[in-house]
């Protein structure tokens, strides 16, 4: 019988093994290769290299190349500058330069691969799903928001899975320097605390200065008049600064006396900050324009230019080329180091251990309205614009009959 | 009018091969074709798909999918074509050779 045949046996392995480690193989690039460009990857890869060897050497080349792309397209100074500093600014206080050095650089490893891997290339929109019957091909969708991932969900899901990679790096990291070298290790009470500040901070920075898929128009297939967004967005404003106010209010208070006139402005500044800032944005010519609303004139002309006035109000950004953009951005800065100057000043005394600090738990709930207030700016900011916008697309609407 | 993006040697020759396959060329026919260009020099797919993203990033070439294949493991083959930006960058690399081509045959004594 053939199946005891040694010979058919012999030839059985020899066509099992190669086809096992093939698939193996696969399964692994297929899981450490950059999440947008795997699909395609491997499909060229399975086309072109029928031999083993010749696909295990082209996996490797590929995983590499597409890292380096991707890692070149997730670049951003910016946030690198932003998540060293808070490497340091959690852990320096170890006084263990190498173990710092160690953590440092396992970290920010850590994160640069983790957004080489979830990073959407711009030109990875379009979708393979055509079923079999329809036409040979489809044209790629126009990608509008480069690098941001494709739904809010996995978006969110993206940032849950890096706190807990990053979790697992920093303790694995650790867990491996103890082994080989305990002197390198990060100390543990060093560690606890400045794991306990790093990882949420780092998430919220993450969190606002990488793409996401509702920041551009959080309004976005409303059916909402424009007024009726305004609206929205005038409460929106209102629920954002009254917590706002309460931390500066309640953070100034945090701060010891370094300078004699510190204290008794420390509420002022910021608040002037901001004033100076929403002022800048402003038209004054359109904002101060009178407008006589008695019965004699039509409502809808008196409604047309009443509506720019109301887009005064919002925070509608300036364009980069106006001559107070930098001043814009100075300010809107400024605002949020005197925001949160203070709780990062008692966070570097817990951090230290150091006596005079306040209690932890008021810690954590400044920590987390610190938090929320910056995470929730950019989406404020982002209403604030679309507001304006939908303000002065309704007023150009009617444009045809106009207002004399 | 010049291009808004330059291209590297490699970017070049792959560009070079999309536009000669006008529209029928994916990632494995084109690296077939840039590997004939290079031999003896073998380019691997990988570099040659990442050559490809770039270059759509950039606006110098378009793609479209066509079904899935099972000989791919049930992927979907990507084909690629030259935008008129990438024509204009390619036309523009095209001229850049040209004159160095000539200001070399200036000094063709001197290079032997």
């Given at each position: 019988m053939s199946a005891h045949n040694p010979d058919t046996n012999a030839r059985s392995i020899y066509s099992w093994f190669p086809l096992t480690l093939r698939r193996g193989f696969r399964f692994v690039v297929k899981k450490i290769l950059p999440r947008e460009l795997q699909h395609e990857i491997l499909g060229d890869l399975e086309e072109a290299y029928p031999k083993l060897w010749d696909f295990i050497v082209a996996c490797i080349v590929s995983v590499w190349e597409a890292y380096r792309l991707q890692t070149t397209s997730t670049a951003d100074k910016l946030l690198w500058s932003a998540q060293l500093a808070l490497v340091l600014f959690c852990f320096a206080h170890g006084e263990a330069p190498l173990a710092l050095m160690i953590l440092t650089v396992v970290t920010l490893v850590t994160l640069i691969l983790r957004d080489a891997f979830t990073h959407r290339p711009p030109a990875s929109e379009a979708v393979p799903t055509l079923p079999s019957t329809a036409a040979d091909a489809v044209e790629a969708v126009v990608d509008p928001d480069e690098g941001a991932p494709r739904t809010s969900l996995q978006y969110y899901m993206d940032s849950a899975a890096d706190t807990a990679i990053l979790a697992v790096t920093v303790l694995a990291s650790q867990a491996v320097t103890l082994n080989l070298d305990a002197p390198l290790a990060m100390p543990g009470s060093v560690l606890f605390r400045g794991a306990m500040v790093f990882i949420p901070v780092l998430e919220t920075i993450r969190m606002v200065l990488r793409p996401n898929p509702y920041s551009k128009e959080p309004f976005k297939g409303s059916k909402l008049s424009a007024l009726a967004i305004y609206n929205r967005v005038r409460l929106l404003n209102f629920i954002w600064m009254v917590p706002c106010y309460f931390a500066l209010e309640h953070n100034h208070r945090l701060v010891p006396r370094i300078f004699p006139l510190y204290h008794p402005l420390s509420n002022l500044v910021p608040l002037l900050t901001f004033t100076l800032w929403v002022r800048l944005q402003q038209d004054i010519d359109v904002r101060d324009k009178v407008v006589i609303t008695t019965l004699d004139i039509d409502q809808d002309k008196a409604k047309v230019k009443e509506t720019p006035k109301k887009a005064e109000y919002l925070f509608k950004g300036l364009d980069k080329s106006h001559p107070y953009y930098p001043a814009y951005v100075v300010l809107e800065v400024l605002f949020f180091i005197q925001l949160l100057f203070p709780v990062s000043y008692q966070l570097w005394q817990w951090l230290h251990s150091a006596?005079?600090?306040?209690?932890s738990w008021s810690l954590l709930f400044e920590g987390v309205l610190s938090m929320a207030l910056i995470l929730s700016w950019r989406f404020v900011k982002r209403s604030n614009q679309e507001a304006a916008r939908a303000l002065w697309d309704s007023v150009k609407k009617p444009a045809a009959d106009p207002v004399t | 009018m010049e291009p808004n993006e330059t291209l590297g040697q490699f970017e070049q020759l792959v560009l070079t091969t999309v536009y000669m396959l006008n529209g029928q060329g994916y990632t494995v026919t084109i690296c077939d074709e840039v590997n004939k260009m290079t031999q003896p020099k073998r380019v691997m797919v990988g570099t040659v798909h990442v050559s490809l993203v770039r270059m759509l990033g950039k606006g110098l070439l378009s793609s479209h999918f066509a079904n899935p294949t099972a000989r791919r493991g049930g992927k979907a083959k990507r084909y690629f074509q030259v935008t008129a930006e990438g024509e204009r960058a390619l036309r523009h690399a095209m001229a850049t050779a040209k004159l160095m081509s000539d200001r070399l045959d200036g000094l063709k004594g001197s290079l032997t």
């Open positions: 006596p005079g600090h306040m209690d | -």
